[in-house]
């Protein structure tokens, strides 16, 4: 799971900084901290510089045009269609007993969170940005809308795969225990 490198990243990233350096400054696997940057990138929360042989990222303080909101939106949609395809390949999140997940399951959820936990990251930029003035109310909602539909819609899918009580009252535990707490640093 990248996402809890995410603020790591971006507090360390106010001058470019090389994915070593990142590494370096944030600890932790690598390759993770690759993907979590490429990601960042995604959602216009860095900027990149080719440097040689070298990819430099630097935080992107900028408001997100409305070009890149719906890049980074086709993005998120192209990951959820993914992680809902997986979803019908796999017939039941939990194992036999109905009280522990199997494993492909753990991870299906593991990716399906992240990908909400990066679009609550992006609603609450938003949120502030429109409390700060710094977008007007009518753009920041209408994003916001566009995010919640995305939310809702692979959390509705993932509930209604299953029937069973068990197994949807162990997914919205899991969620509930698992999902990041953001909080808002300036």
């Known amino acids: 799971m990248t996402t809890k490198y995410d603020d790591l990243i971006l507090k360390n990233t106010s001058n470019w900084r090389s994915t070593s350096d990142?590494?370096?400054?944030?600890?932790?696997?690598?390759?993770?901290?690759?993907?979590?940057?490429?990601?960042?990138?995604?959602?216009?929360?860095?900027?990149?510089?080719?440097?040689?042989n070298k990819i430099m990222y630097k935080r992107k303080?900028?408001?997100?045009?409305?070009?890149?909101?719906?890049?980074?939106?086709?993005?998120?949609?192209?990951?959820?269609?993914?992680?809902?395809?997986?979803?019908?390949?796999?017939?039941?999140?939990?194992?036999?007993?109905?009280?522990?997940?199997?494993?492909?399951?753990?991870?299906?959820?593991?990716?399906?969170l992240e990908e909400v936990d990066r679009a609550y990251r992006v609603k609450i930029r938003l949120d502030y940005q429109k409390n700060e003035s710094l977008i007007s109310s009518e753009i920041a909602n209408d994003r916001i809308k566009k995010l919640d539909k995305y939310?809702?819609?692979?959390?509705?899918?993932?509930?209604?795969?299953?029937?069973?009580?068990?197994?949807?009252?162990?997914?919205?535990?899991y969620f509930q225990n698992h999902a990041t707490k953001f909080e808002l640093k300036i």
């Open 61 to 112: 303080d900028t408001l997100q045009s409305e070009f890149n909101f719906l890049l980074m939106m086709d993005k998120f949609e192209m990951n959820q269609k993914t992680e809902m395809n997986r979803l019908k390949q796999i017939p039941t999140l939990m194992m036999t007993d109905g009280k522990r997940f199997r494993s492909k399951g753990i991870e299906l959820l593991e990716h399906i």
């Open 22 to 52: 990142i590494t370096r400054k944030v600890g932790g696997d690598k390759s993770a901290i690759i993907q979590a940057c490429e990601r960042l990138v995604e959602m216009d929360y860095l900027q990149t510089n080719p440097n040689k």
């Open 151 to 173: 939310i809702e819609k692979i959390m509705n899918e993932v509930m209604n795969k299953h029937e069973e009580e068990n197994t949807i009252k162990a997914i919205r535990e």
